[in-house]
């Protein structure tokens, strides 16, 4: 079985896998991603946006990998603001808070600045089919960067987000705080590494894309609680787990 369907088969069944042992040529990781991606999309999903890893010092640190990389977001992946989500479609869910951004064109040769058309606090569930949680980091770029679900909260007008407080809440009690400032120095600072990545990696960054710049903050374990992200001056996203 090629790389991409035993990662392919470890997110349906729910059941994680040993770490795939890749050549550590992370062009060849995100061939193995793209595959992978295209088995998703070969069922009907949708291409929806662009995620970040690794963009704050927190998370690096939690997951021992210290390079920014880049996956892929489809529509079967959002769950809507305040839904629940039945945690029976993971393996061992953890959550993070995120920023989100919104293209509202194509990024084609613009300054990706200037495409951004609306920005909104979110949450990422992220769950890697590797055993213990545990990847190098052309393993986790072959699995997709580890992405399993996303958040977005309620989209706001374009400002500034260099440095607001984030607070990640379970069942209203604060589980970890940070600063959008964490992230790269500046979120922005994110958008300006993915346009790198895209143009190596072939990623297209389209009209409607949502963009995840990275969490500022380490994840926590995603169970049967309210989870919620308050990024101050944005707003917040939550999400219900449920068994
Ligand atoms: C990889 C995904 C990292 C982030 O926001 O830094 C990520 C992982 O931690 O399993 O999504
Ligand atoms: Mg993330």
């Known amino acids: ?48 946006g662009s995620k970040l890893g690794f963009t704050s010092k927190a998370k690096m640190a939690q997951m021992g990998v210290s390079e920014l990389i880049v996956g892929r977001l489809t529509d079967a992946m959002q769950v809507d603001h305040t839904a629940t989500v039945e945690l029976s479609r993971f393996i061992h869910p953890r959550i993070e808070p995120e920023v989100a951004f919104r293209l509202g064109r194509d990024v084609g040769g613009n300054h990706i600045a200037d495409c951004v058309d609306a920005v909104a606090p979110a949450l990422e569930i992220i769950d890697s089919r590797y055993r213990d949680f545990r990847f190098s980091l052309p393993d986790v770029i072959a699995d997709n960067t580890s992405a399993a679900a996303f958040v977005v909260g309620e989209w706001q007008p374009v400002r500034d987000v260099a440095d607001l407080p984030v607070h990640l809440l379970v069942d209203g009690v604060e589980v970890e705080t940070g600063s959008t400032a964490a992230i790269l120095g500046h979120p922005m600072r994110a958008l300006d590494e993915l346009v790198g990545l895209a143009a190596k990696y072939d990623i297209a960054l389209r009209t409607g894309d949502v963009i995840l710049a990275g969490a500022a903050t380490a994840a ?24």
């Open 1 to 48: 079985m090629s790389s991409a369907a035993i990662l392919d088969d470890a997110q349906r069944s729910t059941a994680a896998v040993a770490q795939l042992d890749l050549d550590p040529d992370l062009a060849a990781a995100y061939r193995i991603q793209r595959e992978l991606i295209e088995r998703r999309l070969a069922r009907g999903e949708r291409l929806v």
């Open 220 to 243: 926590v374990p995603f169970g049967a609680n309210r989870v919620e992200a308050l990024v101050e001056g944005l707003g917040t996203a939550s999400v219900q787990g449920a068994l």
